[in-house]
């Protein structure tokens, strides 16, 4: 090795020169309430070659930082302070011609969403040509598939000739991933670019960005939710918070010594950090039943809910009439016992939701019996499947989509009781201030609407609506899915607490093993509509049985890695 | 996709069958008898008008008069009208009129509504898309009979710019002026839709990717933005085509253009079944024609839209 190569890389920056430099950056947008100050004081650097994450919750001001550094704030916001450097040069006043210039060849980005980021009109290969032929490099047939093929999409030649909907999520993150790569840019920009997609998936696309920026020498700047995935992923970690920069550092020391208040909480409530069941509950739970033994042999015996065999097959039309069997369950049987929480697990398409709602009796099992208090549903009458209803209620994954925009949250709380004419006006509104208390949202939330709450706010309406007839079984389908890790941790606590002190029984629907670990006490994982896995959660996590476990398992970001004892 | 435009073409046959029947039973309907109409205040002698009512299959019960239409019209005998001129060759005469019109008209609103529409929209909120927001409004609000004439006074008989009215000389340039007043309307519905459609796009993750890719602003505009706005306006205009051919019935009459519009129109007063029945059909067929040729172009803009086998 010469003196040259120590000091010079290819591109001719000092290798001790950082790539990218933000100092003091300060973003502000125009509202209709006024400026914000999205970022404030925001320091970041990043050297040739190196990963730094930057890691917050939703509105911290990651994505926007981020989004600053390629010139892409949204059209209300601006550059309001401070510099954001690429080389030396300062590019956060550049004008337009030269951050066309920089994008795609000096500063790539793999976007967030890959549902919503590629064109649905335009082939994959196109969608690659174009970027290939904008910044000047040969974009014949070949040099696509070669981009794709590196990204990891078999058979490239004959996958750029299909179109984004004919692509699986994975797929199409790995050609996001592929075009923003395919010009060699010095910066990856990567906004939470496994998010959407299932852990094991997102297992192999992280491993395969890391391989390929190493292999490219290509800085990455890691925007995510997750600490465990920066933490595992990144060379620095920086948090985010409000806007603010709050601590950075080397990943494993932030993880293991965070200083800044924030960061602990975060720290703590991690998910994929997390290894214990959330003990509130338990350790009540635990001494009543050392005390009345006999007892709580007798509760152990009591299924609340057996699925025997349930299968449900959908009919797929292939068009002039013809269909075909697709088995979404293909006899699952397992039992829930009262006041516990069984979780399943399982990636999209493996049947856990299909499950879930045959249990809520809101699709029909094509064979095999629910038994609900030993009783078989499927020979329930109307009014007595009524009745069913009140005992076991759902909170479903999206608390924007379902709570009703045009309802209070008085009223929606409300409305299972006027339904099933439980009390008269008073009662019902002394049930409700009760059922905010229990949820902990102020009295004062009764007059808002939906959409003037928060995420997690809404969650809360959706359990106390869940709470309201005073049901046995809490079906949860992805319940915590779509909310920050810190309000994910208050909303499984605030679970954990309505258990025991309700004797309340879950059904956990979750494709996040890392929530199991914290609310379940049994697991059932599912893989292409079969059960292949149960057990009690110590036993799944401790000693997997079937590789598709182990396979999950490892794909928790952050898994392996060793910490202290008093954060964990 | 030949299966499915082949299914599509199947159901003309019902479309048509229903369309004429319904039309022959209203002209049908009609209150007063055509033949004594024709002759006005100097009725003819009986005998005469049994004999006309025999020609014209006048005296034979509605079925038995529409049974005879549909068995002419599969022979390509259209018969002749009140004035024993043959049908077919009035519609030779008057379609291609119209045709030339419609085509003007759907040019010039596609044309302009699309272009004002996307600058509009890349602009929301500036002068530009205030002035041409309100100014479609206006012309939304404002009848077509009115607008005609105005533009008539204006360009025809003031400026001089253009024949005030188009008579036997049909060509491409004396059609521009109804053209116009044609267009106008559709033109500012055009125009607010490829706006809002725009606009739509413009916050799309998928322009923003593609801006991220180092793409040139009138590449991702043009390809990105525009390409995707267009699935909903492509589908307006297909519906107006048929618009266009059918209801310039007040335009033809304001600027005297010798077409479907105003031969419609007579013979609706004349009660004259076969000519109207004949009229519409063929209307029917363009609307169903212009209406497959959306469903395939929207397939083309829309990939995501398959036609199944």
Not at chain 1, 76 to 102: C, F, H, T, Y
Not at chain 1, 262 to 282: C, G, W
Not at chain 1, 322 to 343: W, Y
Not at chain 2, 290 to 307: F, K, Q, S
Request: proline content about 5%.
């Amino acid at each position: 090795m010469t003196a040259s190569d120590v000091t010079i890389t290819e591109a001719g920056t000092p290798a001790n020169r950082p790539l990218l430099e933000i100092r003091d950056l300060a973003i502000t947008f125009n509202t209709s309430n006024g400026e914000v100050n999205a970022v404030r004081n925001a320091h970041l650097t990043i050297m040739p070659g190196e990963t730094v994450a930057i890691v917050g919750e939703s509105g911290s001001g990651k994505s926007t930082t981020a989004l600053a550094a390629i010139g892409l704030l949204p059209a209300n916001g601006r550059v309001s302070g401070g510099q954001i450097l690429l080389d030396g040069e300062d590019i956060s006043d550049a004008p337009e011609k030269r951050m066309i210039e920089l994008r795609g060849n000096t500063i790539g980005m793999v976007p967030q969403d890959p549902m919503s980021n590629l064109n649905p009109v335009w082939k994959i290969g196109y969608q690659v040509k174009e970027t290939l032929r904008a910044n000047g490099r040969p974009s014949g047939p070949d040099d696509i598939a070669k981009v794709l093929a590196e990204a990891g999409l078999p058979d490239a030649h004959r996958r750029a000739k299909q179109y984004p909907h004919e692509f699986s999520g994975g797929m199409r993150q790995r050609a996001l991933i592929a075009i923003g790569l395919s010009c060699q840019p010095r910066l990856l920009i990567a906004d939470e670019p496994t998010s959407a997609l299932d852990v094991t998936v997102q297992r192999q696309i992280l491993d395969h960005l890391e391989g390929m920026t190493s292999e490219l020498g290509t800085a990455v700047l890691l925007i995510t939710h997750d600490l465990g995935l920066a933490a595992e992923r990144a060379d620095k970690v920086v948090v985010m918070y409000r806007g603010q920069v709050v601590e950075s550092g080397p990943s494993l020391e932030l993880l293991q010594n965070p200083q800044h208040p924030y960061t602990r909480r975060l720290v703590e409530s991690a998910p994929s950090l997390a290894s214990r069941r959330i003990q509130v509950a338990k350790e009540q739970g635990v001494e009543a039943a050392d005390l009345l033994a006999p007892a709580a042999e007798a509760r152990a015996a009591d299924n609340v809910l057996q699925i025997q065999d349930l299968r449900k097959v959908y009919k797929l039309r292939q068009g002039l009439g013809k269909s075909s069997d697709f088995a979404a369950v293909d006899g699952v049987s397992f039992e829930v016992l009262r006041g516990t929480t069984t979780a399943i697990v399982g990636e999209s398409g493996s049947g856990k939701s299909t499950v879930a709602k045959m249990v809520l009796q809101l699709e029909k099992p094509t064979d095999g019996k629910i038994l609900f208090d030993s009783v078989d549903t499927s020979l329930l009458k109307p009014s007595e499947l009524f009745k069913f209803r009140r005992r076991v209620q759902p909170i479903f994954q999206d608390p924007y989509g379902s709570l009703d925009p045009m309802y209070n949250i008085y009223r929606t709380i409300e409305e299972p009781l006027r339904v099933h004419k439980i009390g008269n006006k008073a009662s019902r509104e002394k049930k409700v201030r009760e059922l905010l208390d229990q949820v902990a949202l102020p009295q004062s939330t009764m007059q808002r609407y939906p959409n003037e709450l928060s995420g997690g706010q809404r969650q809360r309406v959706a359990i106390a609506r869940a709470l309201a007839l005073d049901p046995e079984v809490i079906i949860c389908d992805e319940a915590v899915s779509a909310l920050d890790v810190l309000v994910q941790a208050q909303v499984l606590n605030l679970l954990a607490d309505l258990q025991s002190n309700l004797g309340l029984t879950y059904l956990f629907i979750t494709h996040d093993l890392a929530v199991v670990r914290q609310i379940a006490d049994h697991v059932c994982v599912m893989e292409k509509g079969r059960l292949v896995e149960t057990g009690s959660t110590d036993d799944v996590f401790d000693a997997p049985q079937q590789e598709y476990t182990q396979a999950l398992l490892n794909a928790i970001p952050g898994a392996k890695l060793m910490l202290p004892p008093e954060v964990a | 996709m030949i299966q499915f435009i082949f299914r599509r073409l199947l159901q003309v046959i019902p479309v048509f069958l229903g369309t004429t029947l319904l039309v022959y039973f209203m002209v049908f309907a009609l209150p007063g008898d055509p033949i004594r109409a024709l002759f006005g205040d100097r009725p003819p002698s009986e005998a005469v008008i049994a004999a006309l009512r025999q020609q014209y299959n006048l005296d034979q019960p509605f079925w038995v008069q529409y049974g005879l239409f549909l068995k002419n019209l599969f022979t390509f005998n259209l018969g002749v009208d009140f004035t024993g001129q043959p049908i077919a060759a009035t519609l030779g005469r008057v379609f291609p009129v119209t045709v030339m019109l419609a085509v003007e008209a759907l040019v010039i609103q596609a044309v302009f509504g699309i272009g004002f529409g996307l600058i509009a929209g890349l602009r929301k909120g500036k002068i530009f898309d205030s002035t041409v927001l309100l100014a479609s409004l206006v012309v939304i609000a404002i009848p077509i009979f009115v607008l005609g004439f105005v533009l008539q006074l204006v360009f025809g008989v003031y400026l001089g710019w253009a024949k005030p009215t188009v008579g036997t000389d049909v060509s491409w340039s004396t059609l521009l002026l109804p053209a116009f007043a044609l267009a106008l309307v559709s033109f500012a519905y055009v125009l607010r839709l490829t706006r809002a459609s725009v606009i739509e796009n413009s916050t799309a993750d998928y322009v923003r990717t593609a801006t991220a890719k180092g793409l040139s602003r009138p590449r991702v505009v043009m390809a990105h933005i525009l390409r995707n706005s267009m699935i909903p306006v492509v589908t307006y205009l297909g519906a107006s085509l048929g618009g266009l051919m059918g209801g310039a019935i007040v335009t033809e009459g304001i600027f005297n253009v010798p077409g479907v519009g105003q031969k419609l129109y007579q013979a609706i007063l004349r009660s004259e079944g076969p000519t109207v029945v004949a009229i519409v059909s063929v209307l029917v067929l363009v609307f169903v024609i212009a209406n497959l040729l959306v469903d395939l172009l929207y397939a083309w803009l829309d990939p995501r839209i398959r036609y199944e086998k």
